[in-house]
Every structure is written in structure tokens, then in C-alpha cells.
């Protein structure tokens, strides 16, 4: 079984909008960081993104994604686009495609992975 075929059933579970808006993530994941692994969780709507570990992830809901960077606490966030309060987990809720800011996606998506190496 490929990444693929884990991800594209979750996708397809969800509201068009969502999968707009996760189609959109995952090929700034992809473009920003080509060295990865990708895997899904069905139970938890999530996909993965891996380098020497869960870089970030993409956390799916009814009515939006979740970008989640699992040293977001480390990465630096001059826009403050980062919420969350947790120990080390930060995340970037996206509900509207204006919601992407393609260039500040990827910086932040790169150093999450430099951290990984």
C-alpha cells in the first residue's frame, strides 16, 4: 500500500472544501521539503509528514485543516500565524484558501524540517 492509497479515502471523507484546502497544504509540504515520507491515519484524519520523525501534519476537519508543526514551539513565527498553548505543538488553522500564505507556509514548513534533521 502506498501513502496514496491511505490518503486519498480520507480525503475523499471529507467536505470538498476541505480537500481543497488540504490539496493545497500538501503540495507546499511537498514543494518546500521533497526529501519525506507521507502516511495517514484514517482513525485520527490525519496525514503525516515525515522526516527523521513527524515534521508536521495535516489534521482534518469538518470545516477546516489544521497544519500542525510538532516543534512549532522552536520554529520562529514573526506574522504570529502559530496557535496553540501546548508544551511543544503549534499549529495553523486554514478554513479559507485565503487562509494560505504560500510563502510563509513554506519557511515555516522548511525549518520544522531542518529541526527534524
Known amino acids: 500500500m502506498t501513502a496514496r492509497d491511505e490518503i ?5 471523507a471529507q467536505s470538498a472544501e ?4 488540504a490539496r493545497a497544504l500538501e503540495e507546499i ?3 518546500a521539503q521533497p526529501d519525506l515520507e507521507v502516511d495517514a491515519s484514517l482513525r485520527l484524519k ?3 509528514f515525515r522526516h527523521h520523525g513527524v ?3 495535516l489534521g482534518l476537519h469538518k470545516a477546516h485543516v489544521n497544519l500542525h508543526f510538532y516543534q512549532g ?3 520562529s513565527d514573526p506574522q504570529g500565524l502559530l496557535q496553540g498553548s501546548g508544551s511543544k505543538l503549534r499549529h ?5 484558501p ?10 515555516l514548513v522548511r525549518e520544522a524540517f531542518m529541526l527534524n534533521a
Open 98 to 107: 485565503e487562509d494560505i500564505d504560500r510563502e510563509a507556509i513554506t519557511r
Open 29 to 31: 509540504i511537498l514543494a
Open 46 to 48: 490525519v496525514i503525516y
Open 8 to 12: 486519498e479515502p480520507l480525503l475523499a
Open 92 to 96: 495553523l488553522r486554514v478554513a479559507r
Open 55 to 57: 515534521a508536521c501534519a
Open 18 to 21: 476541505v480537500q481543497a484546502l
Open 73 to 75: 514551539t522552536r520554529l
